[in-house]
């Protein structure tokens, strides 16, 4: 399923990856532009979401086990296009472990294994998890605001599990921001 990079650097690891990760509505597209306006870098969107918007609007239809693979490829696809643009950082909306999650959740357990595969490969230098602090906003697509807490939980023992690293993120969207650009930082120290 995944396609390798064609940008020209030595070393991958030259390149500081960072994901938004956590349940919906917790403000990972907001900080995602934030910090890529910030670092003036480009950030990778949610395929997922524009995928099912679409859907949505001319099918009246929330996903299905057959849109799985094709959001797997289609956000591969524009993770790929991004990295061959960018010189030191990459910021992600999401990426295929949130996809395996929620792809579990609402599935009692069954998750492609191709999306498995690739979405556990540890290719990320940090996951930033955000947590259910934020407002609750409505749309055609979120439909669980009830079971916030037990989502976090779920996509933090994804991260445990297979031993990723990550900071959590809390507080209103200043905090959030502040917070993530230190670690950002201290990350881009290191290179």
């Not at 949610?46 to 959001?71: A, G, N, T």
């Not at 976090?152 to 209103?172: M, Q, S, W």
């Given at each position: ?10 070393q ?140 976090f ?20 969207e200043?905090e ?16």
């Amino acid at each position: 399923m995944e396609k390798k990079p064609k940008h020209t650097r030595n070393q991958p690891d030259e390149l500081t990856k960072v994901v938004l990760y956590g349940p919906e509505s917790t403000g990972k597209t907001t900080l995602a532009k934030q910090l890529a306006e910030h670092y003036k870098t480009l950030w990778v969107p949610e395929f997922m979401r524009d995928y099912l918007q679409k859907k949505w609007d001319f099918e009246k239809k929330l996903v299905e086990k057959e849109d799985l693979i094709p959001i797997a490829k289609g956000q591969l696809k524009l993770e790929m296009e991004a990295l061959q643009q960018v010189q030191n950082l990459l910021i992600y909306d999401t990426n295929l472990l949130e996809l395996k999650v929620y792809t579990e959740y609402y599935y009692n357990g069954f998750c492609p294994i191709e999306i498995k595969k690739e979405a556990t490969k540890n290719k990320f230098s940090i996951y930033l998890l955000t947590y259910v602090d934020t407002p609750w906003e409505a749309d055609d697509l979120r439909d669980r605001p009830e079971n916030r807490e037990e989502m976090f939980r779920i996509f933090e023992a994804e991260l445990k599990t297979h031993n990723f690293p990550y900071e959590v993120l809390k507080g209103n969207e200043k905090e959030r921001f502040e917070n993530a650009v230190k670690i950002i930082d201290e990350l881009l120290k290191k290179k």
